[in-house]
């Protein structure tokens, strides 16, 4: 019923056209490979394969498939778990839809999705996403493109900052994250912060990263 109602609802938005729907986590995989979504939307508590494998197998499977969990489960460590294995976007059943609507034109974007509350707590956790050595590995070109992720930039807008083309800028993404070890841009950001590297007032725009 939940899944009837949000297809029904997300298909009144222009631009947005859901293509598919899945019960559990293995069906999510085999429909995710066979229809080539632009973005999924996942529950973290699933019959059989939880959220957090799903995940984890579909990044397997497409590395930058473009993921948002809406989830009742709040807990801080599924959360984190939940962006390490690479979701983009990270979303309360209790956030209104038009904040779901937002995520997901975010996220379409390649724009992290995540709130406030959501990202100190992510900051607050012991864990991390990667050695922070790796950091000496950017060049001062690298490191400025990260800092204009953290502000939730597009690859357009960075384009326009740096005055660079978009070619470029994607180029200079894929080896930040690659020089980092972390899937997505959440990722980086969160590398970003906990390393020193972003201040954290780069966040603070909230018509960009956060809400």
Not at 20 to 35: M, R, V, Y
Not at 72 to 97: C, E, I, N
Not at 145 to 172: M, N, P, W
């Amino acid at each position: 019923m939940v899944r009837k109602g949000m297809k029904v609802f997300l298909n009144e938005y222009e631009g947005i056209s859901v293509i598919g729907e899945a019960a559990d986590g293995l069906d999510a995989i085999q429909h995710i490979d066979q229809l080539n979504p632009d973005i999924v939307i996942i529950d973290l508590l699933m019959p059989g394969m939880d959220g957090i494998e799903t995940i984890k197998k579909i990044i397997d499977i497409r590395p930058e498939q473009r993921i948002i969990v809406l989830t009742a489960y709040g807990k801080d460590d599924r959360l984190f778990q939940a962006v390490k294995a690479g979701a983009m976007g990270y979303l309360a059943k209790t956030d209104s839809p038009e904040e779901l609507v937002e995520a997901i034109r975010r996220v379409y974007t390649g724009v992290p999705a995540l709130n406030n509350m959501i990202l100190w707590r992510l900051l607050s956790q012991k864990d991390d996403v990667g050695p922070h050595e790796k950091i000496n590995d950017l060049s001062d070109r690298e490191i400025e493109v990260l800092r204009l992720l953290a502000k939730g930039y597009t690859d357009r807008e960075i384009a326009d900052q740096l005055c660079l083309t978009s070619v470029t800028v994607r180029s200079h993404v894929s080896r930040v994250l690659s020089k980092l070890n972390v899937k997505n841009r959440v990722q980086a950001t969160l590398y970003g912060l906990r390393s020193g590297l972003v201040p954290l007032e780069a966040v603070h725009d909230p018509k960009k990263f956060l809400d």
